[in-house]
């Protein structure tokens, strides 16, 4: 699971000995929250333990259930307590996984350290701890420090308004210390983020206010200003809010990546409304700018909430050599892989579609579509046609599979895919090319979220036991 090298902490020394090294085995369990909010199933959220292992009798079975001892908590993105951050630091393990729930703002601290594959609840951070000692609420993304504290970026403030604030947790006994923000400047709306001490840098993303968000979509709330564009620039030493840079309105940026190599001073963030995805780079002068480089056309429909359908770009990540960025168009219901050897010019070398709103023979026709000859073909695997689109994406280590699970949010998920809730979530498994490029779905794998105990629930992100391409930071 770690370097073998006598004084090292959790994780791996550099990006590439993840991704090459012998101390990196596959994957052979994965974790994913499961959503029961917003489904008309009165359960908790629980986290689940799935066997990804081909060798295993258990293949693509959920092998346990930690349930939450709350309803409705929307449990959402998930980090660690510590990773290749503190690698050199032999006091740290990588045992704790940091669950925050987007509604309730309640924090889980789940120890995976005793079991892998039985993970128990370490500790409940109540949401009155965030409010009182950080006003903020909505913890979105968790990563954890060199320092060996957790830090948490927030979307709101304690009553459901817009606000970019972020919470520190103590890495030890995972009280709230306060906030890791300095200075009276917070931008007003928060998501993502990513650091890069290197060059003194926290970037952080917006996506809209929480009480706006949390029962649908609607598009006015864009044009009332209640979704995000910007890309906020914070000074990592002094803690205080630099900048910000205005990718335009109703951009809506989510995901927000570095390359993984510490000493880069670019990356790349997914726009999920434009639809397209901007490098951002520090410049000459020492500031940030951005400029996009890959926009994914809207496609004129009929029979859709509005007459112009985007591909709605949810998620992405770059693989451990910083070769490749993937991403996924929820709604168009493709997977991208993109070679960016050349970071300002990505070229498209993998493209794989996995449902969506375009399928043939669905209620939507396309009338005018700029990348495809005709509407694709409705996604079947195992005899289940697939139910959704592409959202969450995590890849192996060594850069070789990719995991997919189909659900963005309960309230989301409800307006715009009903048959996703009434059926729940899979996990699907793409093999990839990582040569010439190239996605190809793996037909034996499918994790039916349909067909839980407790009725068909929401799986979301995945996280490996191991570190991912999307949890570890190297400073």
């Given amino acids: 699971q770690s370097a073998k090298c006598g004084a090292c902490g959790p994780g791996y020394a550099t990006p590439l000995d993840a991704m090459k090294g012998k101390y990196c085995p596959r994957e052979e369990i994965v974790y994913l929250p499961c959503i029961y909010r917003n489904t008309g199933i009165e359960k908790p959220d629980y986290l689940a333990t799935v066997d990804v292992d081909p060798k295993s009798p258990h293949y693509c079975q959920v092998i346990h259930r930690l349930p939450m001892p709350n309803l409705k908590d929307e449990l959402h993105h998930s980090g660690w307590n510590a990773c290749s951050s503190c690698f050199g630091d032999a006091t740290k393990r990588r045992d704790r996984l940091i669950l925050p729930s987007l509604i309730s703002s309640r924090i889980y601290v789940v120890d995976v350290g005793t079991d892998l594959r039985a993970p128990?609840?370490?500790k409940v951070v109540e949401p009155v701890e965030l409010f009182w000692k950080g006003n903020v609420a909505n913890p979105h993304t968790s990563h954890c420090l060199g320092s060996g504290d957790i830090l948490i970026s927030c979307m709101g403030d304690p009553s459901g308004n817009g606000k970019g604030g972020f919470i520190l947790l103590d890495g030890e006994t995972f009280e709230v210390k306060g906030n890791w923000e300095n200075g009276e400047k917070v931008p007003p709306l928060g998501?993502?983020?990513?650091?890069?001490?290197r060059h003194n840098v926290l970037m952080s993303t917006e996506w809209g206010v929480p009480k706006v968000l949390a029962a649908g979509f609607n598009l006015a709330d864009v044009e009332r200003g209640h979704y995000g564009r910007r890309i906020n620039v914070w000074d990592w030493s002094t803690h205080t809010y630099l900048q910000a840079i205005d990718l335009g309105k109703g951009s809506i940026p989510l995901e927000v990546r570095f390359l993984h190599n510490p000493d880069a001073?670019?990356?790349?963030?997914?726009?999920?409304?434009?639809?397209?995805?901007?490098?951002?780079?520090?410049?000459?002068?020492?500031?940030?700018?951005?400029?996009?480089?890959?926009?994914?056309?809207?496609?004129k429909v009929q029979g859709w909430l509005l007459p112009d359908m985007p591909g709605l770009i949810t998620d992405i990540l770059i693989s451990l050599d910083d070769r490749f960025l993937y991403f996924s168009n929820w709604l168009h219901g493709d997977i991208r892989q993109y070679d960016i050897s050349n970071t300002r010019k990505p070229k498209l070398v993998g493209q794989v579609f996995l449902g969506g709103s375009i399928t043939k023979g669905g209620p939507v026709t396309v009338v005018e579509d700029k990348e495809l000859q005709c509407q694709p073909e409705p996604f079947v695997i195992k005899g289940k046609r697939v139910p959704g689109g592409p959202q969450?994406?995590?890849?192996?280590?060594?850069?070789?599979?990719?995991?997919?699970?189909?659900?963005?949010?309960?309230?989301?998920?409800?307006?715009?895919y009903p048959d996703l809730v009434k059926e729940g979530s899979v996990m699907l498994?793409?093999?990839?090319?990582?040569?010439?490029?190239?996605?190809?779905?793996?037909?034996?794998?499918?994790?039916?979220?349909?067909?839980e105990p407790d009725g068909p629930v929401l799986a979301h992100e995945i996280r490996y036991p191991g570190g991912d391409s999307t949890s570890d930071i190297w400073v």
């Avoid at 998501?191 to 001490?197: I, L, S």
């Avoid at 890849?395 to 963005?408: A, F, I, N, P, W």
């Avoid at 498994?429 to 067909?451: A, H, M, S």
Wanted: hydrophobic letters at 40%.
């Fill in 191 to 197: 998501y993502d983020f990513w650091y890069q001490p």
């Fill in 429 to 451: 498994q793409i093999d990839v090319d990582t040569e010439r490029g190239g996605l190809k779905v793996n037909k034996n794998f499918l994790v039916d979220f349909g067909k």
């Fill in 265 to 299: 001073a670019e990356g790349f963030v997914g726009c999920a409304l434009s639809a397209a995805v901007h490098r951002f780079y520090k410049t000459e002068k020492g500031d940030w700018a951005a400029e996009k480089v890959i926009e994914v056309p809207t496609k």
């Fill in 120 to 122: 128990r609840i370490h």
């Fill in 392 to 416: 969450m994406i995590q890849l192996s280590l060594d850069g070789k599979r990719l995991y997919v699970t189909t659900s963005l949010y309960s309230g989301w998920d409800k307006q715009f």
